[in-house]
């Protein structure tokens, strides 16, 4: 049968995860505390902080092969082009395959090959899929060891734009470029239709080991109307300032919502367009600053994905057009990196 490596194993290690629960025979990755979710959203989203995007399963092992038994659960309904269950199985950090996962909640598996030599492989779980593991089956006689890789910890706040609608597989995602690229270890809060600037998700931030901060923000206010124009500024300076509570000179990069073609003039619920949210974001930015907090940095949306990358969006016209597609994730990376070194936010002992 192999060697057979629970899914509750400590060898293995949930990066990009908040906190894990454990249930009959398997455990899933939350990105939030899992036992506070309904704190987190009260009125309901729950379901898109148990979608593991960003988290993956490390371990080091010289097994020729991996058997994964798990579960995963149908993703939401969404506008425009739906979202599939996509594992990324990689190996010292070269991507080595892209696994199509049975998403109905029922026990599934599926197996891949290993170098067979003692090398650091990552599962990337699926962005818009709850998944449950239960268990990994390595050859019998295999090293199994702790990934134990100490890198700069970077923990991201956003929309679905930021949890990675869109992108290819969920390695490919754009921030899960930019970690790659920049040899970071990410921790995505970002949460689908959520992104209201919470401040149980300042607590969050606040409370979590990071060497970077970053906030994509604009986007679900504007559509969901959860902010007036004057809330909106005083609503954005609070959450840093409580994530300050935690971080006081961590560099912090917030950035201003990108390119959403059918919204930029419109008025949301609230009254607030894509642009007006984009001139509050830079204002509590500027103000932030001139009261002191240098570490702080305003990254304007259309510099990173604006209407010359409108082609790479993920939704056909006629539709909603909000998500970068496949093509768009490498350049939105490319971008936001760039934005980050000009910046100068950037940790100091990152890649160049």
């Not at 962005?127 to 923990?155: G, I, K, M, N």
């Not at 971080?247 to 642009?275: W, Y």
Request: charged share 20%.
């Amino acid at each position: 049968m192999g060697r057979v490596v629970a899914g509750s194993d400590p060898v293995l290690r949930f990066r990009g995860a908040v906190s894990l629960q454990h249930g009959p025979g398997w455990v899933t990755p939350w990105r939030l505390p899992h036992e506070e979710a309904r704190l987190h959203l009260p009125e309901g989203g729950i379901g898109r902080a148990a979608m593991p995007a960003g988290v993956r399963v490390t371990l080091r092992t010289d097994s020729t092969a991996l058997t994964c038994h798990y579960q995963a659960d149908p993703a939401p309904r969404l506008n425009g082009p739906q979202e599939r269950p996509v594992l990324d199985v990689r190996c010292d950090g070269r991507h080595t395959e892209s696994v199509f996962l049975r998403a109905d909640g029922h026990d599934a598996r599926f197996r891949v090959a290993l170098p067979g030599r003692s090398v650091v492989v990552e599962l990337w779980l699926p962005t818009y899929h709850q998944f449950r593991l239960r268990s990994l089956v390595l050859d019998e006689a295999a090293a199994v060891v702790r990934e134990d890789r100490d890198r700069p910890r970077w923990v991201h706040y956003g929309s679905s734009i930021s949890q990675g609608r869109g992108a290819g597989s969920p390695s490919r995602a754009w921030a899960a470029l930019v970690a790659e690229r920049a040899g970071l270890d990410l921790t995505s809060v970002a949460l689908g239709a959520a992104c209201c600037l919470q401040p149980m998700t300042a607590r969050l931030m606040r409370d979590l080991p990071a060497d970077l901060l970053t906030a994509c923000v604009g986007i679900n206010i504007q559509a969901l109307g959860s902010h007036g124009p004057d809330a909106f500024t005083s609503a954005l300076v609070g959450f840093v300032r409580t994530v300050r509570d935690g971080h006081p000179e961590t560099p912090f990069a917030v950035m201003s919502t990108i390119v959403a073609p059918d919204r930029e003039d419109v008025p949301g619920p609230s009254g607030l367009t894509i642009k007006e949210c984009r001139e509050r974001t830079y204002s509590a930015v500027e103000l932030l600053r001139s009261h002191g907090d240098v570490h702080l940095h305003y990254v304007d949306g259309l510099d990173v994905f604006g209407p010359d990358q409108a082609p790479l969006l993920l939704e056909p016209e006629g539709i909603d057009r909000l998500h970068p597609g496949p093509e768009g994730h490498p350049v939105f990376a490319d971008r936001f990196l760039a934005a980050l070194h000009r910046s100068g936010c950037l940790p100091a002992c990152v890649s160049q």
